[in-house]
């Protein structure tokens, strides 16, 4: 299944200590790597600083939640599960067809 997630940046108390959250966050990015079970195909940072979005394939519901728990204490999620614009457009067609039919 494909997931978009977005994340934004928890917030620090004073400059120092949003100075220390983000060095203690690339020191956990330097050496994380993210779950076998999931394929990241891309992984965006938004260009304010305060947060990004990933696109990854996973079929492993706690692999994804044992990923997001590691980063939590710096960061907050939205998962979304998406499918291919291409697979959507069928899935509507045929939607809307059962849809007509009992209108």
């Given at each position: 299944?494909?997931?978009?997630?977005?994340?934004?940046?928890?917030?620090?108390?004073?400059?120092?200590?949003?100075?220390?959250?983000?060095?203690?966050?690339?020191?956990?990015?330097?050496?994380?790597?993210?779950?076998?079970?999931?394929?990241?195909?891309?992984?965006?940072?938004?260009?304010?600083?305060?947060?990004?979005?990933?696109?990854?394939?996973?079929?492993?519901?706690?692999?994804?939640?044992?990923?997001?728990?590691?980063?939590?204490?710096w960061l907050?999620?939205?998962?979304?599960?998406?499918?291919?614009?291409?697979?959507?457009?069928?899935?509507?067609?045929?939607?809307?067809?059962?849809?007509?039919?009992?209108?």
């Open positions: 299944m494909k997931f978009v997630i977005s994340y934004t940046t928890r917030s620090a108390g004073s400059a120092a200590e949003g100075v220390a959250d983000g060095e203690s966050a690339q020191k956990l990015l330097a050496g994380w790597s993210p779950s076998p079970s999931a394929t990241i195909h891309q992984w965006v940072q938004r260009c304010d600083g305060r947060g990004g979005f990933a696109v990854l394939d996973s079929d492993n519901g706690p692999d994804i939640l044992r990923d997001l728990s590691v980063w939590s204490p907050d999620f939205e998962l979304f599960p998406v499918v291919d614009l291409g697979d959507a457009t069928a899935v509507t067609q045929e939607a809307l067809a059962t849809a007509r039919g009992v209108l």
